[in-house]
T-cell receptor, first 117, second 114 residues
Framework: SQTIHQWPATLVQPVGSPLSLECTVEGTSNPNLYWYRQAAGRGLQLLFY??????ISSEVPQNLSASRPQDRQFILSSKKLLLSDSGFYLC????????????????FGEGSRLTVL | AQKITQTQPGMFVQEKEAVTLDCTYDTSDPSYGLFWYKQPSSGEMIFLIYQGSYDQQNATEGRYSLNFQKARKSANLVISASQLGDSAMYFC???????????FGKGTRLHILP
């Protein structure tokens, strides 16, 4: 069966420090991968998504970046965190290639709660 | 421009009543998919129901049904016989190609009253 793990679950970082959130999917190949951010009590903002290794689409210009060094690994990074980067970060995957009967349903990780002080 | 609009920030509903959560969307892609997810206070995201743009019938999953009105670009979630455990945040989402981008609305917080 497929599983998704993201870590760390919780972190507190000072302004200006770097960030690395990691997400790994197991039990499937060539998944679509996504990073979302949810501010407190708000909706999910799509940050990045990837349909293959080295293919990253950025949705919101900001100080965050994403990389996909391996087929089932998705990393969210920042060189210098801002206060506004605080939030709940969710990694998700879906079956790649949804032109058929796949719905494209997202499977979410447990989330990473980031507090920037 | 907002592509997924959920106009109800919060709703209070009596237990056992039916509830409709509104969602409108905007896309020029003829092939798209619509989803509803539930997020309890624990933060996990729970998939509820899916509707494809070419599906002729409204999707149903147990107590959940999706009222899909393509011409109006609306995809409302209907929960029949609400339960206390239905209290949560509900998100409408849309997948549009190419690239399988999936975007979410701002959500509706549903409170079920005993």
């Amino acid at each position: 069966s497929q599983t998704i793990h993201q870590w760390p679950a919780t972190l507190v970082q000072p302004v200006g420090s770097p960030l690395s959130l990691e997400c790994t999917v197991e039990g499937t190949s060539n998944p679509n991968l996504y990073w979302y951010r949810q501010a407190a009590g708000r909706g999910l903002q799509l940050l990045f998504y990837s349909v293959g290794i080295g293919q990253i689409s950025s949705e919101v210009p900001q100080n965050l970046s994403a990389s996909r060094p391996q087929d089932r690994q998705f990393i969210l990074s920042s060189k210098k965190l801002l206060l506004s980067d605080s939030g709940f970060y969710l990694c998700a995957w879906s079956v790649g290639g949804t032109s058929g009967r796949h719905t494209g349903e997202l499977f979410f990780g447990e989330g990473s709660r980031l507090t920037v002080l | 421009a907002q592509k997924i609009t959920q106009t109800q920030p919060g709703m209070f509903v009596q237990e056992k009543e039916a509830v409709t959560l509104d969602c409108t969307y905007d896309t020029s892609d003829p092939s798209y998919g619509l989803f509803w997810y539930k997020q309890p206070s624990s933060g996990e995201m729970i998939f509820l129901i899916y509707q494809g743009s070419y599906d002729q019938q409204n999707a149903t999953e147990g107590r959940y049904s999706l009222n899909f009105q393509k011409a109006r670009k609306s995809a409302n979630l209907v929960i029949s016989a609400s339960q206390l455990g239905d209290s949560a945040m509900y998100f409408c989402a849309m997948r549009e190609g190419p690239g399988d981008k999936i975007i979410f609305g701002k959500g509706t917080r549903l409170h079920i009253l005993p």
